[in-house]
């Protein structure tokens, strides 16, 4: 069935570091691919999507490009703030209108 | 912006005791939801509610779970007799649109089935 695999955590880096968190899926049709952020005490937010292949998306520094030939989806800002501190997901949504599916999600620590 | 309010944050049961975890989506989102992430697993689909019905559910949601609208606010999850694997976190979430892309999610219940 349909699934995501993203880089388990933690993840700890200094301000102004690069990131990369790594998600892949499986390749059952096309999906539409998401990356979700919860801040502490928060719901899970949309931070970027893409729907098709070599699309890129992109919010608040971050980057994630979709690329079929390897099934992945990687999350990537080149610098990091400590305000960026948080869970992140990887989803994808593909087949059924209602459902994402989403990865465990990757605690990311910046310090100052 | 408008959010999606989940109550209580936090909920401590017995097992084999009814529990309900309330939502308010969005006022204007049509599309309800509901998740639910074990501690240390992968967030998990449930439920999805509209038009006063479920429109898919997963091999999870069996017959010891309900989802209502009791009125025009209000979306919650019912759990008639809980067990210990039913500890997790809960997310409720809506969107505005069929196939929403875009969820808006709660806070989360920690519901803890001791």
């Known amino acids: 069935g349909d699934s995501v695999t993203q880089m388990e955590g933690p993840v700890t880096l200094s301000e102004e570091a690069f990131l990369t968190i790594n998600c892949t899926y499986t390749?059952?049709?096309?999906?539409?691919l998401f990356w979700y952020v919860q801040y502490p005490g928060e719901g899970l937010q949309l931070l970027l999507k893409?729907?098709?292949?070599?699309d890129k998306g992109s919010n608040k520094g971050f980057e994630a490009t979709y690329r079929k030939e390897t099934t992945s989806f990687h999350l990537e800002k080149g610098s990091v703030q400590v305000s960026d501190s948080a869970v992140y997901f990887c989803?994808?949504?593909?087949?059924?209108?209602?459902?994402?599916?989403f990865g465990k999600g990757t605690l990311l620590t910046v310090n100052p | 912006e408008p959010e999606v309010t989940q109550t209580p944050s936090h909920q401590v049961t017995q097992m084999g005791q009814e529990v309900i975890l309330r939502c308010v989506p969005i006022?204007?989102?049509?599309?309800f939801y509901w998740y639910r992430q074990i501690l240390g697993q992968k967030v998990e689909f449930l439920v999805s509610?509209?038009?006063?019905?479920?429109?898919?559910k997963s091999e999870i949601f069996d017959d010891q779970f309900s989802v209502e609208r009791p009125d025009g606010s209000n979306f919650t999850l019912k759990i008639r007799s809980t067990k210990l694997e039913d500890s997790a976190m809960y997310f409720c979430?809506?969107?505005?649109?069929?196939?929403?892309?875009?969820?808006?999610f709660g806070s989360g219940t920690q519901l803890s089935v001791l």
């Open positions: 989803a994808r949504k593909g087949g059924s209108n209602y459902k994402l599916t």
């Open positions: 509610f509209y038009n006063n019905e479920i429109s898919e």
């Open positions: 006022s204007n989102h049509l599309y």
């Open positions: 979430a809506s969107s505005d649109r069929d196939g929403g892309e875009k969820l808006f």
């Open positions: 893409a729907t098709k292949a070599d």
């Open positions: 390749a059952t049709g096309y999906p539409s």
